[in-house]
């Protein structure tokens, strides 16, 4: 058999080994797509039967979540970790509570978390976790009752050598104050490297909050340096307007470029004069509410579209940063349209795979999630290091490493992409680059 077939063959072994799991199926598709020329280097990989081993979970754990509401009612959902890969360190990669959360969802962030870690350079596996919860209109109160039941559970599977969660959709600051909170009790334990993204007073790190943005954008610069172009004057569009949202439109202003729209899930504003993050912050991550107040509050004769889609606005750079599958072939082709210059992946594939070839094939510079949004996960590794010398970093200091780590990134994608001759394919670069680690670090190990 030669090599792709042999790689469709184990695509084909995926989806029957794990029906009904499309984000999965589609996560893995992306990265054995760029596999063959890797494989064919290294007879050794396929020997040992590493790419079949990738692709299962070292473990997977799915747990009732029993809680009762403000109004008595009990209530029950579902909690997931699985625990994909720990080749390079303990699984690493966060939580996420949204009523879409299913295996197949927690299998493909999962997935995506062992590349994404392996290319930070940092000694972290790969792993996700979550619930079926949904965090929307929840009193504080029944949100600590949710977190405390959802770690009864989790609490065993976890710890600083182990497993090491932390935020992800629907989980900020106020979810893992409960969460590390409920550990502590049970455990009597104060391991403040169990869980990352905590609150600065209670072992948390500078710069991890605005970490997954800041990357994103520092990614997207070295992207443009690379052609001999900078942020300055560019005009950006980015999708949502939660944490990684937000802190890539304060990153996109400070490099001198222009934010001209953003969302949540229930529509877009467009803001030609610039997009006043500051009252984007206030609205989504202190009020928690919607983005369609934004006009009303900013006075300057923006626009709220609800529906329609963010895409069709004319943009030079565009970072979706809300969530999977958010932009299509159809938004692709209207970007490529209206000429856009780069793309660059803030939330976990947003790109759906027809958009990503249509960018691909049109030349746009294209920076994948594994890749673009992995800041916030080494920024996490970074919280790691600092818990484990009980100490805690300067915000400049944080962010210059948090920069390094991103020109690293970006770097390493690059030059692997050229070695094999395929110039300016970042996807490429970034699967091979973040599979090549894990897989030497799997082979070192033997069959385990
Ligand atoms: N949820 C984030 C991600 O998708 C961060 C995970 C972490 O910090 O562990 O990478």
Redesign the pocket.
């Known amino acids: 058999m030669n090599q792709n077939d042999a790689l469709e063959e184990l695509q084909k072994q995926v989806v029957r080994r794990n029906p009904a799991e499309p984000e999965f199926h589609q996560a893995v598709s992306e990265v054995l797509d760029s596999l063959a020329p890797v494989i064919a280097k290294h007879p050794e990989y396929k020997d040992a039967k590493l790419l079949e081993r990738i692709c299962e979970p070292e473990r997977q754990i799915i747990f009732r979540v029993p809680w009762v509401d403000d109004s008595g009612t009990v209530q029950i959902n579902r909690g997931f970790r699985v625990e994909f890969n720990s080749a390079l360190g303990p699984y690493?990669?966060?939580l996420?509570f949204h009523p879409s959360v299913n295996l197949g969802v927690v299998k493909f962030?999962g997935f995506?978390?062992i590349f994404?870690?392996s290319l930070s350079g940092l000694p972290?596996g790969g792993g996700?976790g979550g619930s079926d919860f949904d965090p929307k209109g929840r009193s504080d109160n029944e949100i600590m009752r949710f977190c405390q039941s959802f770690m009864t559970e989790l609490y065993r599977h976890i710890g600083e050598y182990t497993d090491?969660?932390?935020?992800?959709i629907g989980v900020g600051a106020r979810e893992l104050g409960f969460l590390f909170g409920q550990y502590k009790r049970i455990t009597n334990r104060y391991e403040s490297g169990v869980l990352?993204?905590k609150g600065l007073g209670w072992g948390g790190a500078r710069v991890?909050k605005e970490a997954?943005g800041y990357g994103t954008v520092y990614f997207v610069q070295e992207m443009l340096a690379a052609q001999g172009q900078d942020l300055e004057g560019k005009e950006v569009t980015v999708s949502g307007s939660g944490n990684v949202a937000i802190y890539a439109m304060e990153k996109v202003h400070q490099f001198g470029g222009k934010v001209v729209a953003c969302s949540d899930s229930g529509g877009y504003v467009y803001d030609p004069a610039g997009i006043d993050v500051d009252l984007v912050r206030q609205i989504k991550e202190i009020e928690r509410g919607r983005i369609s107040e934004y006009t009303e509050r900013r006075r300057n004769g923006s626009d709220y579209a609800a529906g329609g889609s963010i895409w069709n606005l004319p943009c030079h750079v565009a970072l979706p940063c809300a969530t999977q599958n958010e932009l299509t072939g159809d938004d692709a082709s209207a970007l490529i349209r209206s000429g856009v210059l780069a793309v660059a992946e803030g939330a976990?594939m947003p790109c759906t795979p027809e958009a990503m070839k249509l960018f691909r094939d049109a030349g746009t510079l294209f920076g994948p999630?594994k890749a673009a949004?992995?800041g916030?996960?080494a920024?996490?590794a970074l919280e790691m290091q600092q818990n484990a010398s009980r100490d805690s970093w300067s915000f400049e200091y944080s962010e210059q490493r948090l920069r390094d780590i991103m020109v690293e990134i970006h770097r390493s994608c690059f030059e692997t992409a050229e070695e094999y001759g395929r110039s300016g394919d970042y996807v490429f670069g970034a699967n091979t680059t973040g599979f090549s680690r894990v897989a030497d670090a799997m082979l070192a190990f033997g069959v385990i």
């Open positions: 690493k990669g966060g996420r962030l995506e978390q994404k870690n972290i996700k090491v969660p932390a935020g992800d990352t993204g991890r997954t976990n999630a949004n992995a916030g996960v920024t996490s």
